[in-house]
Structure formats: structure tokens, C-alpha cells
């Protein structure tokens, strides 16, 4: 694996309506990693998220309508592949993430294809509860043996991609539900990629509403379940043929 000292990184941040917090998020970014890109991909947001992400001083890709995270950080890692990047650190853009930690997971791409902000590895008071918890501990385990590595948090939305990590998910990035979590983890394994974990601290939101609810709490054991069978069942991608596209 090159050196990660000479690789060139971008910070991709999926965002829906999040006009209240991204330009303060893009600022911290910018202030934590002076050297990385930034790019806001706006996910059809009805409100002032891309202009507040410009002003911040990010670049912006805006889709014409909403396609959930996959297809947000699809788009991510395609403009990462066209522009020379050679590592994609995702990051919301609702303050969660603290920027601060992305150097760490970028350093442990030396180790790996790519490397997990895990939320329930020792680090910070981060709790799920219900059958979101139940969801999360089930989707571990099962994944952990995939990997054939302990992985605490495989529902995490902060990671960091090195090369061959950012060709294959250009390519294959799945866009469904939960695609950028469970699947895209699954996918990476199959791919015969290397998956680690960091452990990190979360934040509270900067501002906005969360979008969980005991609804969707409920649903998201059974989708969680559904998600991971299709990820078993999806043809068997290659970083070989991920290179020669």
C-alpha cells in the first residue's frame, strides 16, 4: 500500500437540508485538513445547503433529486476518481463527526483498504437503543466473521477509503438502503479488500432534527436484515476489474 503521506484526500459530505449546519462543518474541515478537498454533494435538498457549503468554501455536486447516502457518496467517489484523488473520507454533514479524528483514520489506511469511526469500540458515551441496538449487534457479529476481523460499529457512516477502495466504489458503490453502510462494507469484503475500525467520539447534531423515530426504529431491523441479504447475493465484485474500468 503507497505511503499515505503522499496521497491526495477528499472529504465528501452527503447532505439533505442541512443549511443549518454544513458551512460550519465545511469550516471545520477546512481548518482541521487544510491540505484536502472538500465536496459537498447537495441530495436534492429543498432549502440553502448548497450555497451555505459554497460560502463555507467547498465544492458542491448538486443532484436533481434525492438519492439517500449511496447515491450521494456514488457521486463522491466517481469526482474523487476524476479529479485525482486517492483517498475519500466520508463525513455528515450534520456535526456528528468531528474532523478532528480523520487524520487518524487516514493514518490506518497503511493497514487497510478502509478504515471505520467506530462508535462502540471503547471511545466516547455514543449509545443505540431498541431494535436499532439489536439491529447493530446482529449486523456486527455477521460482518465480523465476514471480515474475519472485530467490528463494533458496521452501520457507521465515517470511514475513510484508500486506492483500491476508491476505484472499486466508483464502480460498484451500492445505492440502496443502508447501501452505504452494511452493503458497502459487505461489498469491500467480497472484493477481497481489507476493513479495520478506529474507535471515535460522536457529537450531538449541530442543529436540525435527527431523522430516527420509533417508527423507523422498528423498520430498521427488518430492512437492516434485508440489506444484508442483498449484499450476500450481489455479484462478486473485483478491484481488478474496478482498475481496468
Known sequence: MAEVATRRILIVLPALNEENNVGAVVRHVRETLPDAGVLVVDDGSSDQTSRRAREAGATVARLAVN?????????????AVANGYDVVVQVDADGQHDPEHVRELVDHLDQADL???????????????????????????????????????????????????????AQYYPAEYLGDTVESLVLAIRGGLVVRQVPVEMRERSGGQPSQTPIRAAVYLFRAGLALLLALVRRRPSVESADAA
Not at 438519492?67 to 469526482?79: H, K, N, P, S
Not at 462502540?120 to 441496538?133: E, I, L, N, V
Not at 457479529?141 to 475513510?160: E, Q, W
Open 67 to 79: 438519492l439517500g447516502v449511496g447515491g450521494a457518496m456514488r457521486t463522491g467517489f466517481r469526482y
Open 115 to 169: 478504515v471505520i469511526g467506530a462508535r462502540f469500540a471503547g471511545k466516547g458515551a455514543y449509545r443505540a437503543t431498541g431494535p436499532r441496538r439489536w439491529a447493530m449487534w446482529v449486523l456486527a457479529v455477521v460482518i465480523s466473521r465476514l471480515a474475519r476481523t472485530k467490528l463494533t460499529d458496521v452501520t457507521s457512516g465515517f470511514k475513510a477509503a484508500g486506492p483500491r477502495a476508491v476505484k472499486m466504489f
